[in-house]
């Protein structure tokens, strides 16, 4: 590829970021944004499929070439998040009460204009890419189990996922092995007390205070539960009790996240949590129940395979690759294709001189350095024509 295509394709990417930016929808609603991509791909002339997805679309190209051939699929989010967008740029979001605050936007222009290129070069290479465009990544269940309901992967199929990172400088990729983000499960307390006036608190059993101090007790479970080697993140993201001043509230609820790596981690700081809150409510008189919402399972890169994607990326890319030092807190659903399929989760720096990139992902005026969105583009077309394409389609 010469160095004037690969402007023109980081140009269009930007400029489809831009427009899909501007366009942000949330999770399962995003039919104007599958309508963008079906349009996109009819133009190509690539084949696509929307039956039984939802507002997802899956495409697949076919390499006509020499070679040994390929299978991979590469997988782009549609949705935004409900987060109001509090930046002054041109390319704001025109729609109220959301915007696209972690990226997807970016990853989903770059896997367009890769299509675009590996469609017009299909004689260059040869097998197959599919291409996910998936909705609802931020919502769990996501959408990642209905595509692979609806359309499952050959076993041999290699799965890939790029994924932007503000906390990463632009210019930089990070490949983990291992581990790389976390299970993410949703707990829901509800403690029962008895309720009573505020001016006589001995005859009560204080479930707001109870519930505070569960909040309290709870910042010690991953401390005196995990091992010091081990990781895990508990935290408390909403309470909601009593009605009026001088009441002592008869239940209070609360709900938080428990993030993990390893699934005997996560059973185990799960069990600390239950008898935490058992025993807590107990001590003030009261009762609590906890109920789970299992999220998405932690996502794990295979170690040998991580470090073939490394030497990808390092030999073809005009950035700096590095093997991650940890693994990541966040969650995915991308867990679910690497659970099923070898491939790839990584992340590329988007981090620039602007402070606004620098802003953690899901704040309102979070935004990119835009050249990441080209590194993206590069890096998935590394990985397609990685040793299946002639050395005039490489270069």
Known sequence: MSDETRRDLHAEAIAL????????ELAFEERDTQQLVVSYLRDLKVDYSTQGIGTGVIGVLHGTGDGPGIDVAFRAELDALPVE???????????????HACGHDAHLAALL??????????????GRVTLLFQPAEELPPGGA???LSEAPLRSDTRVYGAHLASDIPVGRVEV???PVQSANDRFDVLV?????HAATPELSRDALLAAAALIVELQSVVSRTVAPLESAAVSVGTVASGDAFNVIADRAQMSGTVRTHESHVRDRVHAAIERVASGVAQAHGCTATVTWTVGYPAAVNDPAHAAEVIEILSRTLDVEVVRAARPRMESDDFAYYLHKNLGNFFFVGSGGED???????????????????GTIVDAYLAIALSGSVSDEAAH
């Open 113 to 126: 204009v890769v299509a675009r290129l590996l469609q017009q070069e299909s004689a260059k290479w040869s």
């Open 192 to 196: 029962q007390g008895v309720g009573g």
């Open 145 to 147: 189990l209905t595509l």
């Open 17 to 24: 970021r831009r427009q899909l930016h501007q366009m942000p």
């Open 176 to 178: 983990t092995a291992g």
């Open 355 to 373: 402070a606004s990139t620098r802003l953690p992902h899901h704040h309102p005026a979070f935004d990119i350095d835009e050249r990441a969105v």
């Open 85 to 99: 967008d509090a930046k002054d740029v041109p390319y704001r979001s025109r729609r109220r009460g959301a915007s």
